[in-house]
């Protein structure tokens, strides 16, 4: 280690000379040494930092790893780098609670409508919200049978701007979504929106209601989940983090699913969740910044 050499050889040389030859701070020297001289000190520091992490980690409904961690030790004024934080995190045991499990599929592209071209085509980039938005359907087991959940997301803020739950896979469970997203955002016209080509999308009661919106139809090719991949990763989140965490992998009731989704959707993923892609911010900081 460079530190421990300059150490060695402090006797032999000036300090400042042999940081600058080997590239460091005199500063981090420094504060290496005092480091070494005060072993307490530095136990009082990791564990106060296992204190804060654990903190950063309960916020996050312990979903998190490190970097997420990180960035919200930094929001609270913290100096430490993430490295640091990913080792603290291993050597206690503390690591994002994830499972992964097969769901069904939703999308029934066998039907007689007409599909829309790909206008998207994988550009999942938005300089300004409203601007594109991505739908799609998942499934939700629960031990009074199955719901399903209709999803509006932003690409611009991964914001969640409308949202829709029902027993069934009727298109009004798609339509009920976009209305509320419509309603709440009041988009301009040319939004262009992006979806499967599952019947529920492509029949002529959604169609028609694109239209009176002036929003614009984009549909993947078929049975290619990469042309909705930012809408299928959101979808992958919430098994993960909420949905199959659950006793079993399902919730109770259909009760206990639309209450816990509503939560999980309206208060964590669009207020407190950090997003990578935006800067380890929530969708509702990330479209605050923008005004």
């Given at each position: 280690?460079?530190?421990?050499?300059?150490?060695?050889h402090r006797d032999d040389w000036e300090i400042q000379r042999l940081c600058r030859v080997l590239e460091v701070a005199r500063s981090g020297y420094y504060a290496w040494r005092r480091r070494q001289e005060n072993p307490g000190?530095?136990?009082?520091?990791?564990?106060?930092?296992?204190?804060?992490?654990?903190?950063?980690?309960?916020?996050?409904?312990?979903?998190?790893?490190?970097?997420?961690?990180?960035?919200?030790?930094?929001?609270?004024?913290?100096?430490?780098c993430v490295n640091t934080v990913a080792k603290l995190m291993k050597q206690a045991g503390i690591r994002a609670a994830t499972h992964r499990r097969f769901c069904p599929m939703t999308t029934d592209s066998r039907h007689a409508?007409?599909?829309?071209?790909?206008?998207?085509?994988?550009?999942?980039?938005?300089?300004?919200?409203?601007?594109?938005?991505?739908?799609?359907?998942?499934?939700?087991?629960?031990?009074?049978?199955?719901?399903?959940?209709?999803?509006?997301?932003?690409?611009?803020?991964?914001?969640?701007?409308?949202?829709?739950?029902?027993?069934?896979?009727?298109?009004?469970?798609?339509?009920?979504?976009?209305?509320?997203?419509?309603?709440?955002?009041?988009?301009?016209?040319?939004?262009?929106?992006?979806?499967?080509?599952?019947?529920?999308?492509?029949?002529?009661?959604?169609?028609?209601?694109?239209?009176?919106?002036?929003?614009?139809?984009?549909?993947?090719?078929?049975?290619?989940?990469?042309?909705?991949?930012?809408?299928?990763?959101?979808?992958?989140?919430?098994?993960?983090?909420?949905?199959?965490?659950?006793?079993?992998?399902?919730?109770?009731?259909?009760?206990?699913?639309?209450?816990?989704?509503?939560?999980?959707?309206?208060?964590?993923?669009?207020?407190?969740?950090?997003?990578?892609?935006?800067?380890?911010?929530?969708?509702?900081?990330?479209?605050?910044?923008?005004?």
């Amino acid at each position: 280690m460079k530190f421990a050499w300059i150490h060695e050889h402090r006797d032999d040389w000036e300090i400042q000379r042999l940081c600058r030859v080997l590239e460091v701070a005199r500063s981090g020297y420094y504060a290496w040494r005092r480091r070494q001289e005060n072993p307490g000190v530095m136990a009082e520091r990791r564990r106060q930092l296992l204190d804060q992490i654990r903190t950063e980690q309960e916020l996050g409904r312990w979903v998190y790893g490190s970097p997420r961690i990180h960035a919200g030790l930094v929001d609270r004024g913290i100096q430490v780098c993430v490295n640091t934080v990913a080792k603290l995190m291993k050597q206690a045991g503390i690591r994002a609670a994830t499972h992964r499990r097969f769901c069904p599929m939703t999308t029934d592209s066998r039907h007689a409508y007409t599909p829309a071209p790909n206008v998207l085509d994988r550009r999942f980039v938005a300089p300004k919200p409203n601007q594109k938005w991505l739908c799609d359907i998942t499934y939700v087991p629960t031990a009074e049978g199955v719901m399903y959940l209709a999803s509006v997301l932003d690409v611009c803020s991964r914001r969640i701007v409308g949202w829709s739950m029902s027993t069934d896979l009727g298109a009004h469970l798609c339509m009920d979504a976009l209305a509320m997203a419509v309603t709440g955002r009041r988009p301009e016209t040319g939004l262009l929106h992006h979806s499967d080509r599952g019947v529920q999308y492509a029949c002529d009661a959604y169609q028609e209601l694109l239209a009176t919106h002036g929003i614009v139809c984009s549909m993947s090719r078929v049975g290619n989940c990469y042309d909705n991949a930012m809408m299928e990763s959101y979808h992958g989140t919430l098994k993960n983090e909420l949905v199959h965490l659950q006793p079993g992998g399902r919730f109770e009731t259909i009760e206990q699913a639309r209450r816990m989704l509503f939560e999980h959707v309206e208060v964590f993923y669009n207020r407190q969740r950090r997003h990578s892609a935006i800067g380890y911010r929530s969708p509702e900081q990330f479209e605050a910044s923008l005004n």
